[in-house]
T-cell receptor, first 112, second 115 residues
Framework: SQQGEEDPQALSIQEGENATMNCSYKTSINNLQWYRQNSGRGLVHLILIRSNEREKHSGRLRVTLDTSKKSSSLLITASRAADTASYFCALQPSGGSYIPTFGRGTSLIVHP | DAGITQSPRHKVTETGTPVTLRCHQTENHRYMYWYRQDPGHGLRLIHY???????DKGEVSDGYSVSRSKTEDFLLTLESATSSQTSVYFCAISDGAGGYEDTQYFGPGTRLTVL
């Protein structure tokens, strides 16, 4: 399968805590992207990490990629209630088409 | 939502009836995609288009057809709707300039219920 598997499926934390979600995959990739989906809305692109990168930051987001373990993690620091959403990893497999494949997502609830 | 609209936003229909969903973009992006989202399955690609009149199948294309006669519009048709096609349908666009690093922009979704 060229689909990423997010873990955990659901995560519930208090405001101010950090949230970590993971994406594991089985194929070689060109890059991996993370998207967010608020309830009842479309997905929104958060960040892209290339296969030759190990870590990227964007505001309160930190993404790591370990190609030897075929896994990525998304860390949201100092979570806010507004971070409540589902988070998806999207793989761009090596040698494949330009179209990424999406995982099933992690549902994050941040309690105020 | 990056200049993407979907219509209708909600639809209830009966088994066996034809249904057409419309995606309209104002970004002049080359690529357009139709996905369905179901609990436990995530987002699955139905069909995509890489230009006017140029379309190809995704992983779950059976029972669906598409058409793109203008850059801005991408239609998804269920010729004879079945209950298994009850889902939330998302349209997405990308400009293709990023190649393997292309970012997709999603519409607000259409919730379709087939009774």
């Amino acid at each position: 399968s060229q689909q990423g598997e997010e873990d955990p499926q659901a995560l519930s934390i208090q405001e101010g805590e950090n949230a970590t979600m993971n994406c594991s995959y089985k194929t070689s990739i060109n890059n991996l992207q993370w998207y967010r989906q608020n309830s009842g809305r479309g997905l929104v692109h958060l960040i892209l990490i290339r296969s030759n990168e190990r870590e990227k930051h964007s505001g309160r987001l930190r993404v790591t990629l370990d190609t030897s373990k075929k896994s990525s993690s998304l860390l949201i620091t100092a979570s806010r209630a507004a971070d409540t959403a589902s988070y998806f990893c999207a793989l761009q497999p090596s040698g494949g088409s330009y179209i990424p494949t999406f995982g099933r997502g992690t549902s994050l609830i941040v309690h105020p | 939502d990056a200049g993407i609209t979907q219509s209708p936003r909600h639809k209830v229909t009966e088994t066996g009836t034809p249904v057409t969903l419309r995606c309209h973009q104002t970004e002049n992006h080359r690529y357009m995609y139709w996905y369905r989202q179901d609990p436990g399955h995530g987002l699955r690609l139905i069909h995509y288009s890489y230009g006017v009149k140029d379309t190809d199948k995704g992983e779950v294309s059976d029972g669906y057809s598409v058409s793109r006669s203008k850059t801005e519009d991408f239609l998804l048709t269920l010729e004879s709707a079945t209950s298994s096609q009850t889902s939330v349908y998302f349209c997405a666009i990308s400009d293709g300039a990023g190649g393997y690093e292309d970012t997709q922009y999603f519409g607000p979704g259409t919730r379709l219920t087939v009774l």
